[in-house]
């Protein structure tokens, strides 16, 4: 069983999950707009991963005996000045994410809900990856600046992601 109080707290970061999400589909979007399809592949793949963390907390809930909530997601933002622009986003999206999981933590913690504890664990160490792809692409892209042919070279890059 979980309280009332980390049932809400896994539902509302279920749907941050989605809104993540949400997100990277509206990134996808976007760089197929500009027929950058090795960016747009990644964050094809990122939505995919987000939507499967969202799965992972209903799955939880549910073993929990709690109650999923599906409520609406928020509407994420649809355009960007530069490819750099939004990977800056998305390495603030993650810090946010991660935030949202330490808080989660203090209160499995707080609850002496150990189950909960060990669940975010995972979530603990996918935040690690996920900071740290996003800094290293936002990094790549502050070294390429103004080189159109550098900026290719990283969409083809980032299109293999398996
Ligand atoms: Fe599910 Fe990118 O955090």
């Known amino acids: 069983m979980i309280t009332d109080k980390m049932q ?3 539902n509302a970061q279920m749907n941050a999950e989605m809104y993540s999400s949400y997100l990277y589909l509206s990134m996808a979007a976007y760089f197929e707009s500009k027929n950058l399809q090795g960016f747009a592949h990644w964050m094809h793949q990122q939505a995919r991963e987000e ?6 907390f209903y799955k939880f ?10 409520r609406e ?3 994420p933002k649809t355009e960007w000045a530069s490819v750099l622009e939004v990977f800056e ?3 603030v999206h993650e810090a946010k994410v991660t935030a949202l999981i330490g808080k989660l933590v203090e209160q499995a913690s707080a ?9 975010l664990n995972w979530f603990v160490q996918e935040q690690v ?6 800094d290293y692409i936002v990094q790549t892209l502050r070294a390429i600046g103004d080189s159109v042919g550098g900026l290719y ?3 083809h890059r980032l299109g293999k992601r398996e």
């Open 8 to 10: 809400a707290a896994l």
């Open 51 to 56: 939507w499967a963390h969202a799965m992972k």
């Open 61 to 70: 809930i549910n073993d929990r005996m709690g109650r999923v909530i599906v």
């Open 73 to 75: 997601i928020e509407a």
């Open 89 to 91: 986003d998305v390495a």
């Open 111 to 119: 609850e002496k809900d150990h189950a909960t504890g060990v669940f």
């Open 129 to 134: 990856e996920e900071e740290a792809s996003a």
């Open 153 to 155: 070279q990283l969409d």
